[in-house]
């Protein structure tokens, strides 16, 4: 199974001198319904099976991903004091392993910004100082992820002016000043997809978010997303999955 052809959802940029901009969801609202100021597009493309390429695998900073091994026994993941005791443990040991990093935080917000509220002052301003990344740290649990996998953007396929644009993420419980961004990723035909068929509870695949160095050296991010395979056995279960998002420090800029 070389590839598979599936629909993926884009964004569509929002009119020319409008900052695009989207609500984040309030489970304290029961009436909550998502406020945006654009839209979306449906697109068949090719998602390649990665499992099946002939090179080797590629570290994070080459293309924006990496798949890790990473054993677990950890099962209690509707816990969410016990995600926090013993969880969290083992993701920063194996992004350890996996990048080099001296420093790893795991958090559950988006912003960059927001390390303020999870580092000390005098400890953000060393890591500032440093090359730093944000990822998200994604695995499936329970059983094998057949049913709305992941695929993930090749980044040097991106054209990183054209093919995104920020959004603004409004979230009341946040102030003004701390407010998230993420990117809109529109369609292009020359964008290149691909995903792991399969993905065990012993695997996990690391995505970049955002890299501080932004010299064109390396991957700064990496667009993604779930889709519906139809190579997806009929007799698989609904996917089941966790990721954090997570804050790593490397060698001094």
């Known amino acids: 199974m070389p590839s598979t052809t599936a629909s993926l959802r884009f964004a569509v940029t929002p009119a020319v001198g409008t900052k695009a901009y989207t609500a984040v969801f309030d489970p304290n609202d029961p009436k909550w319904v998502r406020e945006t100021n654009f839209g979306y597009e449906t697109k068949e493309v090719i998602i390649e099976n990665l499992r099946e390429t002939k090179e080797p695998p590629a570290p994070l900073d080459s293309l924006g991903f990496q798949l890790v091994k990473s054993p677990t026994g950890f099962t209690a993941f509707s816990d969410d004091s016990q995600v926090e005791q013993k969880y969290y443990h083992e993701v920063v040991e194996t992004l350890k392993q996996s990048t080099g990093a001296s420093r790893v935080i795991v958090y559950n ?18 890591l500032l100082q440093c090359r730093f990344q944000i990822i998200s740290f994604w695995r499936p649990v329970l059983h094998t992820a ?38 809109g990723v ?10 792991y068929y399969g993905m065990t509870p012993d695997e996990a695949l690391i995505v ?33 999955s966790v990721d954090q998002a997570v804050a790593y420090q490397g060698v001094k800029l």
């Open 186 to 195: 529109t369609y292009s035909r020359k964008q290149k997809w691909g995903y």
């Open 208 to 240: 970049k978010l955002f890299d501080s160095v932004q010299d064109g050296s390396v991957a700064t991010f990496t667009p993604h997303a779930a889709f519906d395979d139809p190579l997806t056995p009929k007799d698989a279960p609904p996917r089941e």
């Open 146 to 183: 057949y049913d709305t996998p992941l695929a993930v953007g090749n980044y040097w396929s991106f054209d990183t002016k054209s093919d995104t644009f920020p959004i603004t993420l409004k979230d009341p419980s946040v102030d003004a000043h701390l407010q998230s961004e993420m990117l």
């Open 109 to 126: 917000h988006g912003a960059i910004t927001r390390l303020r509220k999870e580092v000390p002052p005098a400890e953000l301003s060393r």
